[in-house]
């Protein structure tokens, strides 16, 4: 099995299949220089007892990808069901058996300097082991950044576009050199939007709320995932509203969600313990079901699982096209 990094990795580029190392762009991408693209995060779990990777709600993924490259004009010729099966493809060959995370791109990728954007576009998709995103077994230590959330009339932060995370770097950066886990970005208004590169749920009184995607918030699909089980298996009250950031004090249990961090528990807020600092009944109860129906574990969420080594036989060679 290949390891993260390694250069002989198989990927999908230019309608091929290939190893990273052949994977190359030139240094006028118009991509590398205005930050014109989009790019998707897809996880895929390994189940030991069953001997099987999940690719987790695919479908929904590559929908959603595809959408967002129409904020940039971006054209990506394949459709969901193909885009998945190309990723189901890329596992096979990398003969991945651990969690992984995938990693569509889709970009301009004209050679010359000028923004204008109307010109080529291409797109590849990585797949790489990958554990963790946020090492932290205990929870999170998070503290407001300085910088606020991008606007949607400025560059859209529902789209993963890549010129925007500049946004979320900056913050990052802050927070780490300033002791903390992560960043948590309050938009314009003043509002709690998000974690650096994940959504943000508060229990409070009982009710699970998280804000609304009109707060300049991704539209995650690892929320949306979150939103139903807990309707679904604890018959929790979910509500889509502002939060001041003085509620942050003032709740219950605070945690992240994001398909790279899966659901991780907040602790302190700007050096402030959240309720008694420890993991919370609710944000525990939300973890393991998360763990549970993204492993196979739960009948009723096997419609969010393409399996990868029991699915259908591999694609013929640039079968999709660039």
Not at 98 to 113: C, F, M, Q
Request: aromatic share 8%; proline share 4%; glycine share 8%.
């Amino acid at each position: 099995m290949k390891a993260e990094g390694d250069p002989n990795l198989i990927v999908y580029f230019n309608g091929q299949y290939m190893p990273m190392r052949e994977a190359q762009v030139g240094i006028l991408t118009h991509a590398l220089h205005y930050g014109t693209g989009v790019f998707e995060g897809i996880r895929a779990y390994w189940d030991e007892a069953e001997d099987e990777m999940f690719l987790l709600r695919p479908i929904e993924h590559y929908e959603r990808w595809k959408q967002n490259c129409g904020i940039l004009r971006i054209g990506v010729p394949a459709s969901a069901e193909e885009l998945s099966e190309i990723t189901l493809e890329i596992l096979r060959r990398n003969n991945l058996r651990t969690n992984a995370y995938i990693r569509p791109l889709a970009y301009k990728s004209s050679e010359r300097v000028g923004v204008a954007t109307d010109d080529q576009d291409a797109f590849a998709i990585v797949a790489l082991p990958f554990g963790d995103y946020l090492h932290s077994d205990k929870g999170l230590h998070v503290g407001v950044s300085s910088w606020r959330r991008v606007e949607d009339n400025a560059i859209p932060a529902r789209g993963k576009i890549c010129g925007a995370y500049v946004n979320s770097a900056l913050a990052t950066d802050d927070a780490r050199r300033s002791g903390f886990d992560e960043a948590l970005f309050l938009n314009e208004s003043g509002h709690v939007a998000e974690g650096a590169t994940c959504n943000l749920f508060m229990v409070r009184k009982g009710k699970l709320i998280t804000p609304a995607v009109t707060e300049n918030v991704l539209e995650g699909i690892t929320r949306d995932s979150i939103m139903e089980l807990a309707q679904r298996e604890l018959g929790l009250q979910v509500v889509e509203r502002a939060i001041d950031r003085s509620e942050l004090y003032l709740c219950d249990e605070l945690f992240f969600t994001g398909t790279a961090v899966g659901v991780m528990p907040i602790l302190q807020v700007d050096h402030r313990p959240v309720r008694n600092a420890e993991i919370g009944l609710i944000t525990a109860q939300i973890r393991q079901l998360y763990f549970d129906a993204t492993h196979g574990h739960m009948k009723a969420y096997r419609r969010w699982l393409a399996p990868v080594y029991k699915s259908q036989p591999q694609l013929e060679e640039a079968a999709i096209p660039a």
